[in-house]
């Protein structure tokens, strides 16, 4: 079974067709990279999920259900491309309300432990707005990963966010598939981390190219390694 599959979804914004019969399929307990170019189509995806965008065609389900639908919501994280954030309460503010939101059991403990996570200790009793682009993504990441949730939907969640804690987020987002059983579907620019993938999914156009294993995609276009397969597949 899978965490989510979608077939021939396609989304319009007047001309632009910024899905274009996109299939896709993400297994349970995978780290999936949604990997392509810039307008490709991959937040317009995530946010089918959530059911921020409405697909004008196309099946879609995730964690066993047709989505999006209300049901799931408290089973996803979602980490959008430009936070979104109450900019006028503190980092553990923004922590406790999304907290909330979500019926959080033990939110104080759970809000320690995301603040640890996310090297966030001094910045607790600031305010959002006076942080740096790249703490806001943390307090960002956060909010999505508060509850727990079964699927995390990770928009370009390393961006602007230094290499040390990167390579911790990393860690992360192994132990909670292997440990916690969740699922991940990520988009990055970065190689690096696509290539830390258990699968990858290459977008262009709103299409799907290639699908599968980094080393079965670099495999299958005789590269040198995934940004070869990358460029081989998007350039055709
Ligand atoms: N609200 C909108 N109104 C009109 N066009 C939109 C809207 N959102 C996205 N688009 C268009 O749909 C296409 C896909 O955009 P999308 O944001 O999904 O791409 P992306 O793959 O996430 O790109 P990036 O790597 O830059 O984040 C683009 O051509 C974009 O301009
Ligand atoms: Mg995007």
Redesign the pocket.
């Known amino acids: 079974m899978e965490a989510i599959l979608g077939k021939g979804l396609e989304k319009r ?2 001309k ?1 067709k ?1 899905l274009d019969g996109l299939d896709i399929r993400v297994e349970y307990g995978e780290i999936y990279g949604l990997i ?10 995530i ?1 089918s999920l959530l059911g921020i ?1 409405r697909l004008d065609r196309g099946e879609l389900f995730a964690l066993g259900r047709r989505a999006p639908s209300k049901a799931l919501l408290k089973d996803i994280g979602y980490m959008p ?1 430009e936070p979104a954030l109450y900019y006028n309460l503190t980092v553990e503010e923004n922590l406790r309300f999304f907290g909330k939101l979500y019926g959080v059991p033990r939110l104080e403990e759970v809000v320690e432990e995301v603040i640890g996570l996310l090297r966030l200790e001094e910045k607790r009793r600031e305010l959002v707005e006076s942080l740096s682009g790249g703490m806001q993504r943390r307090v960002s990441l956060g909010a999505a990963l508060i509850h727990k949730p079964k699927l995390l939907l990770l ?2 969640p390393t961006v602007g966010i230094d290499p040390v804690l990167r390579a911790e987020l990393w860690d992360y987002f192994r132990r909670a598939t292997k440990e916690m059983g969740a699922t991940i579907l990520i ?1 990055t ?1 970065y190689m690096d981390e696509a290539r830390r993938c258990d699968r990858v999914g290459f ?1 262009l156009a ?1 299409r799907m190219l290639a699908e599968g294993r980094p080393e079965e995609l670099v495999r299958g276009v005789g590269a040198e390694g995934l940004e070869e397969a990358y460029v081989k597949y998007v350039k055709g």
């Open positions: 914004y007047g632009v910024a392509g170019p810039n307008g490709s189509g991959k937040s317009t995806f946010k965008v491309q928009d370009e988009t620019h977008i709103g």
